[in-house]
Every structure is written in structure tokens, then in C-alpha cells.
């Protein structure tokens, strides 16, 4: 499979913004996507971008992508407690899927 | 809303024991899933199946096997399950096939546990 390469942990305080990034190698991905895992819960999605986007925004949350050096962000502003999750990202290719090890993120109150 | 439910939530077997876990869509996916998550590993996918009685194999097949008998479930056989194989097992399923924006709905997992 493809390698999708995130850190493994990020900590920040209640009310600061959390910046998750992500590696990936396969320059043709159409989709790349974020998706949180609660715990004890499957994946849900997030947000995704295109691959011709650079940026795209919903409410508290911001992707950024680099298509040039295959990097892609998650920006969580004014974090909150119930944002602790795992954040995977993962790029598509065709029906296939390929998802990052995933960053734990804890807020601290 | 769509929804991917799998048969246990926890379950504990012994070595060498045939384990099935179940999962069953209920939105008419063509595109159903296994992977299985370990911690620093992420999700790593172990058979995938594009309609009933097609399947292909993942990045980890090994030790595994697959079964989609009806479009709305996909079950992942352990012939004779080995302690390696304890982990958290995800089903999914994706609406269409092809190239475009595709979204993976996950099950809630099922945390196997081998003695």
C-alpha cells in the first residue's frame, strides 16, 4: 500500500488551535480526507479536499494541502475538550483507501 | 443515516479456534471493507470486495479469509486464530465504485482477543 505517515501524539490546551500534519507519496491520490475515531467508535468523517484545492475551511476546521510536497494538514481553532480523538488522514485512489497510523490528540483543560 | 454494524463488540477466543466477525450495511453499498487497527500501525486493510462473491485482497491477507454471500454483509473468517491476530477489527463499506469523492462509513469495530 501507499504510505500515509502522521505523528503519533499532540497535546494542547483548551482553547488553542491543534495542527495535525500528514505525509503521503502517492502523487496521484484524487481525495484526501481526515476522519476522527472516538474512543470506543469506529471512523467518522471530517472533512476532505480535493487534490486540486489548496485550502479548504469548514467552521473550526482548516485543510491545507501541499500537492507539491505531498503534505496535508488539519487545523482545529479554539480546541475543545471533546476534539480528543485519534485524527487519521487518508488518501483514495480509485475504491482503494490508504489510511495514516493516526494522531492522538489530547486536550488539556 | 447509514449504518455499519458488526456482530461483537468484544470478543475472546483461543488459539487455533475458527473466528467469524459479521458485518452488515444497510444502504446498498457496493464496496465493503476489512481492516484491522493496531496502536502505531494505524488501519491496515486485510480483503476488500467490490460486489457479491468478489473479493480482493488487502496488504495483510495472511491468515485470513472472506465471504459476501449477499450484498449487505461481509464477514472476515480467521481459519485458526493465532495470538498476532489480536486487535481492533474495522468493517466499512463505500456507496459506488469509480474514481471520484468516495466516504468510507465505518463500523464501530470489534476488539478481538486471542489467548
Known amino acids: 500500500g501507499e504510505d500515509v505517515e502522521q505523528s503519533l501524539f499532540l497535546s494542547v490546551r483548551e482553547g488553542d488551535s491543534s495542527v495535525i500534519n500528514c505525509t503521503y507519496t502517492?502523487?496521484?491520490?484524487?481525495?484526501l480526507y481526515w476522519y476522527k475515531q472516538e474512543p470506543g467508535a469506529g471512523l467518522q468523517l471530517l472533512t476532505y479536499?480535493?487534490?486540486?484545492?489548496d485550502m479548504k475551511q469548514d467552521q473550526r476546521l482548516t485543510v491545507l494541502l501541499n500537492k507539491k510536497d505531498k503534505h496535508l494538514s488539519l487545523r482545529i481553532a479554539d480546541t475543545q475538550t471533546g476534539d480528543s480523538a485519534i485524527y487519521f488522514c487518508?488518501?483514495?485512489?480509485?475504491?482503494?483507501?490508504?489510511f495514516g497510523t493516526g494522531t492522538s490528540l489530547t486536550v488539556i483543560p | 443515516d447509514v449504518k455499519v454494524t458488526q456482530s461483537s463488540r468484544y470478543l475472546v477466543k483461543r488459539t487455533g479456534e475458527k473466528v467469524f466477525l459479521e458485518c452488515v450495511q444497510d444502504?446498498?453499498?457496493?464496496?465493503m471493507f476489512w481492516y484491522r487497527q493496531d496502536p502505531g500501525l494505524g488501519l491496515r486493510l486485510i480483503y476488500f470486495s467490490y460486489d457479491v462473491k468478489m473479493k480482493e485482497k488487502g496488504d495483510i491477507p495472511e491468515g485470513y479469509s472472506v465471504s459476501r454471500e449477499k450484498k449487505e454483509r461481509f464477514s472476515l473468517i480467521l481459519e485458526s486464530a493465532s495470538t498476532n491476530q489480536t486487535s481492533m477489527y474495522l468493517c466499512?463499506?463505500?456507496?459506488?465504485?469509480?474514481?471520484?469523492?468516495?466516504?468510507?462509513?465505518f463500523g464501530p469495530g470489534t476488539r478481538l482477543t486471542v489467548l
Open positions: 479536499i480535493f487534490s486540486n484545492m
Open positions: 487518508a488518501e483514495s485512489t480509485g475504491n482503494q483507501f490508504y
Open positions: 466499512a463499506s463505500t456507496p459506488r465504485r469509480g474514481w471520484g469523492w468516495n466516504e468510507q462509513f
Open positions: 444502504m446498498d453499498h457496493e464496496n
Open positions: 502517492d502523487s496521484s491520490s484524487t481525495y
